[in-house]
């Protein structure tokens, strides 16, 4: 399949490690920002999102931390698995009336050693 | 359940060939969005459409059009085409965006392979 990401930063964690991926975003005035995850030849599959006016939020597994003020988005992966080896991006989320419009950032590459 | 449809999965062309993408979206989403991802790039929005209308306008090229139709499947056509085309073409769906919803999800499809020789 389509390998994504040939040149992008890389971060390896062992099975079961917590992950931590980063993110610096541009639009201060985005209504909200969005971790998708990114197999290889597959489309972005969303994981998690984040109102501008919230700080942290958690899902299964993952929490999305805000710092609004240095313009920072990251994503926590708990009790990391093989299964989470893929390329992540963050995405700014900005609604336009009917629909919305996302500015994906630099995808960083998981890699889940065993 | 039902996901975007994406057809076809893998394209090659010629230069100044014409290629024309297709996508059909989760029954009940109104709106789609076009995206194009180079080899070890992010995705880059296109165009999205809203009923049938033009909601918004990325980095496409005048060479490129797209439309929606009224069954709400889309297709994306580019014509002259260069070898910088050669891409991964996503569309996504989405459902209507109220105000007051907590965020807005865009569902992607598995992408359309483009290759330019």
């Known amino acids: 399949g389509e390998s994504v990401g040939l040149h992008l930063p890389t971060l390896s964690v062992q099975e079961g490690d917590n992950s931590i991926i980063n993110c610096a975003y541009s639009?201060?005035?985005?209504?909200?920002f969005i971790w998708y995850k990114q197999e290889s030849g597959k489309g972005p599959q969303f994981i998690i999102d984040?109102?501008?006016?919230?700080d942290k939020r958690q899902g299964q597994r993952v929490t999305v931390l805000l710092n609004k003020t240095v313009k920072h988005l990251s994503l926590q992966i708990a009790a990391t698995q093989p299964g989470d080896s893929a390329v992540y991006f963050c995405?700014?989320?900005?609604?336009?009336?009917?629909?919305?419009?996302?500015?994906f950032g630099t995808g960083t590459r998981l890699q889940v050693t065993l | 359940a039902a996901g975007v449809i994406q057809s076809p999965r893998h394209l090659i062309k010629e230069k100044r060939e014409t290629a024309t993408l297709k996508c059909y979206p989760i029954?009940?989403?109104?709106?789609v969005y076009w995206y194009q991802q180079g080899p070890g790039q992010d995705p880059q929005f296109l165009i999205s459409?809203?009923?049938?209308?033009?909601?918004d306008k990325g980095s496409i090229p005048d060479r490129f059009s797209a439309q929606q139709f009224s069954d709400y499947h889309s297709e994306l056509n580019m014509s002259s085409l260069e070898l910088g085309d050669s891409a991964l073409y996503f569309c996504?769906?989405?459902?209507?965006?109220?105000?007051?919803?907590?965020?807005?999800?865009?569902?992607f499809g598995p992408g359309t392979r483009l290759t330019v020789t």
């Open positions: 459409f809203y009923e049938k209308m033009q909601s």
């Open positions: 996504a769906s989405s459902s209507y965006y109220h105000p007051g919803d907590w965020g807005h999800e865009q569902y």
């Open positions: 639009n201060s005035a985005s209504d909200y």
């Open positions: 984040i109102r501008s006016n919230m």
């Open positions: 029954p009940r989403h109104d709106t």
């Open positions: 995405a700014e989320g900005d609604f336009t009336g009917t629909a919305s419009k996302l500015t």
